[in-house]
């Protein structure tokens, strides 16, 4: 993007892109996932002994598989198909070091440790196969979603490929003392005076984006639990149409036995439907998280921000002393002031070395300021590229899940129309 373009990062009509390469050139993997097919599966519950009162900890591990698209051309290091163990907890490092290491990126969000949302009635016992499931799902869409990135970091890889010792590969990149910093930064970021009206746009932007899609997965809830209780309703009805069956003729008691069994497929049907649909609603809420990645980036900039204000108002008055010890004109009460009043002006001498020591601290600002004027412009840019690409995935995968979402229900209309097809049928012919 250049400097002449209009930066619109709420543009929902993104252009497409490409990846086109010229003729009779290979094609270079981009990213991991470009080079590696990637899965988590057979979540598995371990218990250790930890401490000398050998207490018990049980947690889950999940295994991911990744092995190589294509052989041809593929690097050495990823030729190898590996499988190791991670628990969740180190999806969380490993999140939390790519936050610090690739600050300006829109970060996918993780499942969370445990159902926080009144939306869903999935189990809270982290142990329950069902919320397992769901929380496997989402753990391989993250490290998918990461793994696309264009930039390779050895840390991912060697998420993926070393079991042992991967946690102090992790610290020893010293990641913390970085994330320590951006915090005490970040704290002061709301005394910023003059914000980045595009990074305010993003803030709200995250903000109603988060509070939408809640709106939409509480309504769908909502609904999703009449249609159930709709379904399964026609069990009883079921049961009654059996035991009607049991007190007629012959002709009549089969299509009423008919009936019956309509009717109680009816009612089996829709775990598998509602199953299928709160799919689609987990994937609704990934956007939902991703808001508050919106929101950091955000912040990160007001850090970055603030930071440039800090060092120019030093600046500033860095200029002023100078001025004021040159002219010898004290402006305002201060201790220095009085002093030359009372005993007298500085020295030829002395004010050549407070001159000579307010220069040097000018050049050190002047340097500081432009260094952080830069990592605040760099970082700026990155950010709007990353934001440019998120708004990309989020038209493309939006348009997936509401579309799926409406298929899903045009079939389950169907089905139940099948089925009252079925029962008219079934009495008609009695």
């Not at 991991?32 to 599966?41: F, G, K, Q, R, V």
Request: a negative charge; aromatic letters at 10%.
């Amino acid at each position: 993007m250049t400097d002449n373009e209009k930066f619109d990062m709420f543009d929902e009509e993104g252009s497409e892109i490409t990846n086109e390469n010229k003729p009779g050139e290979i094609k270079k993997p981009e990213s991991l996932l470009d080079a590696l097919e990637i899965n988590i599966s057979d979540p598995e519950r371990r218990t250790t002994t930890k401490g000398s009162l050998k207490m018990q900890e049980t947690y889950i591990v999940y295994m991911i598989e990744s092995k190589p698209r294509d052989l041809e051309n593929i690097d050495p290091m990823l030729e190898e198909v590996t499988a190791v163990w991670r628990r969740y907890s180190e999806f969380e490092l490993l999140r939390n070091y790519l936050i610090v290491s690739y600050p300006a990126i829109v970060m996918p969000p993780l499942p969370e440790k445990r159902t926080t949302f009144i939306w869903t009635k999935i189990s809270t016992d982290t142990f329950d196969p069902e919320f397992l499931e769901r929380r496997r799902v989402g753990l391989e869409v993250f490290l998918r979603r990461i793994c696309g990135f264009p930039k390779r970091d050895e840390i991912v890889m060697a998420f993926l490929k070393q079991e042992e010792g991967w946690r102090e590969t992790v610290m020893a990149t010293g990641y913390q003392a970085k994330a320590d910093s951006w915090l005490r930064t970040i704290n002061a970021s709301m005394r910023v005076k003059q914000p980045d009206s595009s990074f305010e746009e993003l803030k709200d932007y995250a903000t109603e984006m988060q509070s939408g899609i809640a709106a939409v997965l509480k309504a769908r809830s909502k609904i999703a639990d009449r249609i159930y209780g709709l379904f399964k309703i026609h069990a009883n009805y079921s049961r009654i149409f059996k035991d009607w069956g049991a007190i007629e003729d012959p002709k009549m008691a089969d299509a009423l036995r008919k009936v019956s069994l309509e009717l109680e497929k009816m009612s089996s049907s829709i775990d598998l439907l509602m199953e299928e649909e709160e799919l689609y609603a987990e994937q609704l809420k990934e956007y939902h998280n991703f808001a508050s990645s919106l929101k950091s980036i955000v912040k990160k900039h007001e850090a970055l921000q603030y930071d440039v204000e800090y060092v120019e108002s030093q600046l500033m008055s860095a200029h002023v002393e100078k001025k004021q010890v040159s002219s010898g004109v004290d402006k305002g009460f201060n201790f220095g002031g009085m002093r030359a009043k009372l005993f007298g002006g500085d020295t030829p001498e002395q004010k050549e070395i407070k001159l000579a020591k307010i220069d040097e601290n000018i050049h050190m600002l002047e340097q500081s300021a432009e260094t952080k004027r830069t990592a605040a412009s760099t970082f700026s840019s990155e950010a709007k590229e990353e934001i440019l690409q998120f708004k990309r995935r989020k038209q493309a995968d939006l348009w997936e899940i509401l579309t799926n979402y409406v298929i899903l229900q045009i079939k389950m209309s169907k089905e139940t129309k099948a089925t009252w097809t079925r029962f008219k049928a079934a009495i008609q012919a009695a």
